[in-house]
């Protein structure tokens, strides 16, 4: 209930924010009415887009018809004027006799105007496809079998025979050690030796003779063979 008020009320003091008075008990409001379901907000489009509502409220056919030619080809001054040239007329008056002779010789380049007009205002849809062709829908019997899920199931058995099968190929023999992380920790490094100096000759020679230097290396070997048993 709207607390009273002095004088004679219009309508449109209803929509002018300085004359709205807030009722009894409640805060006044600072907008506007809403309008109604007719009303349209923005502009209307009536243009046809081929949507499903053109779809169902019409039904728009592109006509294909042949059509002969409204009006007649002109004359293909070219042709006309070479083969004139060729059989020796050349001043004007031979010219235009020559024409009249040959008139029927038309140009052959220009295409017949289509006649304007038809049942749809939009062009004519190519006889083409834009993109990937749509795949073809699956017949009810397929779906209701639940035949995609067999062959799902299928193949993931199937891959997990073959995943059973490279793990039993895999599997070490008997009395073979793997090498692990340990062992490769464990193992004694390979010595580094640069490539441009093993064929660098010595600058000092220590051993008596070449016999001794021999013996020297076969025991440096022996003892490199024995450190990596170890």
């Not at 059989?87 to 009249?100: C, F, N």
């Not at 008997?174 to 010595?191: K, M, N, W």
């Amino acid at each position: 209930m709207s607390s009273p008020r002095l004088g004679v009320t219009r309508d449109s003091m209803l929509t002018n924010p300085l004359h709205i008075k807030a009722s009894l008990g409640r805060s006044v409001s600072r907008g506007f009415s809403v309008p109604g379901p007719d009303f349209t907000y923005g502009m209307s489009n009536e243009s046809t887009d081929g949507g499903v509502a053109e779809v169902l409220s019409s039904w728009l056919v592109q006509r294909r018809s042949d059509f002969a030619p409204s009006q007649a080809l002109p004359p293909d001054f070219l042709s006309l004027n070479r083969d004139a040239v060729r059989y020796g007329i050349v001043t004007s008056k031979e010219l235009s006799q020559y024409r009249a002779q040959m008139g029927g010789a038309y140009s052959q380049g220009h295409a017949p105007t289509p006649p304007r007009g038809g049942s749809s205002l939009r062009p004519a849809v190519p006889d083409i496809t834009f993109g990937v062709t749509t795949k073809k829908s699956d017949p009810f019997s397929v779906l209701l079998s639940h035949q995609y899920g067999r062959s799902w199931l299928d193949e993931q058995m199937k891959n997990s025979r073959n995943q059973t099968s490279n793990q039993q190929q895999k599997r070490f023999k008997a009395g073979c050690i793997p090498d692990r992380r340990s062992r490769e920790l464990t193992a004694s490094p390979l010595r580094y030796t640069l490539p441009p100096l093993t064929q660098v000759a010595p600058a000092l020679n220590t051993f008596r003779d070449p016999e001794a230097r021999q013996r020297a290396l076969r025991s440096l070997q022996a003892f490199r063979v024995h450190s990596e048993e170890e």
